[in-house]
């Protein structure tokens, strides 16, 4: 791969002025807020600006900017074209593109969520005639609905498959709204009743099921409890309809998941149980070893050391025979590197810091660098392990690692346990490290100006 060198953005630091790299990303952020934009800025941002490192910025930064300095464009402000950076200009430039961007903004990549739906001309059809768009008069005035097939059955697939992409990139919180249309679309090509097989119906109420706990997961990481468990419940109903062991066992895994996140850790385990009922006869052990860790957690919750140990017992033991042809798709995250994380949550809400600490280390280096989101999700798992293992210098360095990935990842679960680390490192400020690091989050945050 040939590398063209970064060149100094000389417009972007006159625009700067005598003020610091922290003073104007603080300015940054209070622009951002005036126009409902949230960025992660600080100084490191502007200095790779500055540096050239960063060549076009993302929409919402370009947003902030556009705000800032009125009448001017991305290249009176010094940048390259979008089209040069990440368009064909720049594979051409740099021979082979990177496997993920890592600045594009979520907004951009949420409006495939709608373009994907929309690309088939008998989705668009189908869609249209389902009255999803315009008036009542002039839905009434449609065509009854065409049999739905294919295309619409792959769209409503590829939908689910370009959800869990992003939300890998970046987490919940800037897809969560825009992801919410292509259910609506699912479910209404569901309810119209027009499948024209009977494989086509089992595949759609499948692939609606997939994009409510897609959504309800979106929901979840970006702090939406309600609408998560409300997008679980149907996930589970239309599993239990359609007869779906598959779906009903992924319906229980994220419905125990959020139980424990919003402490009902006995709703937890009866769901964790659930769901491995439903999946026992599917043949796959890797799909047993999460709800077993599902369970785990909820038992950690209730402070049942013994059964949250037995629990991971299993999840260790189901993980070790290895992959199977019969793994749900929606499982390619559920690596060695999440089963290290999940127990490590375990031995954290059991009050075991130092060991809870070891497994998240574990998690971050098996952890692949694409799956962003996991990525920074560890890292703050580490962070907070260290903190309340008295360990605040080691916290601190872990702390600044989440912070870098937070420009590319948007998620209010990362953020919420970024600050209770932050709570517990407050009464060590004293240590060089821990100041640096507080004064930097603060600064990030908006807590301090």
Same mark, same amino acid.
């Given at each position: 791969?040939?590398?063209?060198?970064?060149? %100094?953005?000389?417009?972007?630091?006159?625009l700067?002025?005598?003020?610091?790299?922290?003073?104007f990303?603080?300015?940054?952020?209070?622009?951002?807020?005036?126009?409902?934009?949230?960025v992660a800025?600080?100084?490191?941002?502007?200095?790779?600006?500055e540096? =050239?490192?960063?060549?076009?910025?993302?929409?919402?930064? /370009?947003?902030?900017?556009?705000?800032?300095?009125?009448?001017?464009?991305?290249? +009176?402000?010094?940048?390259?074209?979008?089209?040069?950076?990440?368009?064909?200009?720049?594979?051409?430039?740099? =021979?082979?593109?990177?496997?993920?961007?890592?600045?594009?903004?979520?907004?951009?990549e949420?409006?495939?969520?709608?373009?994907?739906?929309?690309?088939?001309?008998?989705?668009?059809?189908?869609?249209?005639?389902?009255?999803?768009?315009?008036? %009542?008069?002039?839905?009434?005035?449609?065509?009854a609905?065409?049999?739905?097939?294919?295309?619409?059955?792959?769209?409503?697939?590829?939908?689910?498959r370009?959800?869990?992409?992003?939300?890998?990139?970046?987490?919940?919180? =800037?897809?969560?709204?825009?992801?919410?249309? %292509?259910?609506?679309?699912?479910?209404a090509?569901?309810?119209?009743?027009?499948?024209?097989?009977?494989?086509?119906?089992?595949?759609?109420?499948?692939?609606?099921?997939?994009? $409510?706990?897609?959504?309800?997961?979106?929901a979840? +990481?970006?702090?939406?409890?309600? +609408?998560?468990?409300?997008?679980?419940?149907?996930?589970?109903?239309?599993?239990?309809?359609?007869?779906?062991?598959?779906?009903?066992?992924?319906?229980f895994?994220? $419905?125990?998941?959020?139980?424990r996140d919003? =402490?009902?850790?006995?709703?937890?385990?009866?769901?964790?149980?659930?769901?491995?009922?439903?999946?026992?006869?599917l043949?796959?052990?890797?799909?047993?070893?999460?709800?077993?860790?599902?369970?785990?957690?909820?038992?950690?919750?209730?402070?049942?050391?013994?059964?949250c140990?037995r629990?991971?017992?299993?999840?260790?033991?189901?993980?070790?025979?290895?992959?199977?042809?019969?793994?749900? /798709?929606?499982?390619?995250?559920?690596?060695?590197?999440?089963?290290?994380?999940?127990?490590?949550?375990?031995?954290?809400v059991?009050?075991?810091w130092?060991?809870a600490?070891?497994?998240?280390?574990?998690?971050?280096?098996?952890?692949?660098?694409?799956?962003?989101?996991?990525?920074?999700?560890?890292?703050?798992?580490?962070?907070w392990?260290?903190?309340?293992?008295?360990?605040?210098?080691?916290?601190?360095? /872990?702390?600044?690692?989440v912070?870098?990935?937070?420009?590319?990842?948007?998620?209010?679960?990362?953020?919420?346990?970024?600050?209770?680390?932050?709570?517990?490192?407050?009464?060590?400020?004293?240590?060089?490290?821990?100041?640096?690091?507080? /004064?930097?989050?603060?600064?990030?945050?908006?807590?301090?100006?």
């Open positions: 791969m040939v590398s063209t060198g970064a060149v %100094p953005n000389l417009a972007f630091r006159r700067r002025g005598q003020r610091s790299a922290g003073e990303a603080a300015a940054v952020r209070r622009a951002a807020r005036e126009i409902g934009e949230q800025c600080d100084a490191r941002y502007i200095g790779r600006v540096s =050239g490192e960063i060549r076009c910025p993302n929409y919402a930064y /370009e947003r902030v900017f556009l705000h800032m300095f009125p009448g001017t464009t991305l290249a +009176d402000l010094g940048f390259s074209s979008r089209e040069t950076v990440r368009g064909r200009g720049a594979r051409a430039t740099v =021979g082979t593109p990177p496997p993920t961007a890592p600045h594009r903004d979520t907004d951009e949420s409006d495939v969520l709608r373009r994907v739906f929309m690309t088939s001309g008998t989705a668009t059809m189908a869609t249209a005639t389902l009255g999803l768009g315009g008036t %009542p008069a002039a839905a009434a005035a449609r065509p609905p065409r049999r739905v097939g294919e295309a619409e059955v792959s769209a409503v697939e590829k939908a689910v370009q959800i869990r992409l992003l939300d890998d990139r970046h987490g919940g919180d =800037g897809l969560y709204r825009k992801a919410s249309r %292509p259910l609506r679309i699912a479910y090509l569901l309810d119209s009743g027009a499948a024209a097989k009977r494989s086509t119906a089992g595949r759609l109420h499948a692939g609606a099921g997939e994009l $409510a706990i897609s959504v309800g997961w979106l979840h +990481d970006s702090g939406r409890f309600e +609408d998560a468990r409300s997008h679980y419940a149907e996930a589970l109903a239309t599993a239990r309809v359609a007869g779906d062991a598959a779906l009903e066992a992924h319906a895994c994220n $419905a125990s998941f959020l139980a919003t =402490g009902r850790p006995r709703e937890s385990v009866r769901a964790a149980e659930a769901g491995q009922r439903a999946a026992q006869p043949g796959s052990p890797r799909l047993l070893a999460l709800l077993a860790l599902r369970e785990a957690g909820g038992r950690a919750g209730l402070g049942d050391r013994v059964g140990e629990a991971i017992g299993r999840a260790h033991a189901a993980f070790g025979h290895g992959r199977s042809d019969a793994d749900p /798709e929606w499982m390619s995250f559920f690596r060695e590197a999440e089963l290290e994380f999940l127990e490590a949550q375990c031995w954290s059991l009050g075991e130092s060991r600490a070891r497994h998240a280390r574990r998690a971050v280096r098996l952890q692949d660098p694409h799956f962003t989101r996991n990525l920074a999700l560890y890292r703050a798992e580490l962070t392990d260290l903190a309340r293992a008295g360990e605040a210098a080691q916290a601190a360095a /872990e702390g600044h690692r912070l870098d990935l937070l420009d590319r990842v948007r998620s209010t679960r990362i953020r919420a346990m970024l600050a209770g680390s932050v709570t517990a490192l407050r009464p060590q400020r004293g240590t060089r490290e821990v100041r640096e690091f507080l /004064e930097r989050h603060d600064e990030v945050s908006g807590t301090r100006e």
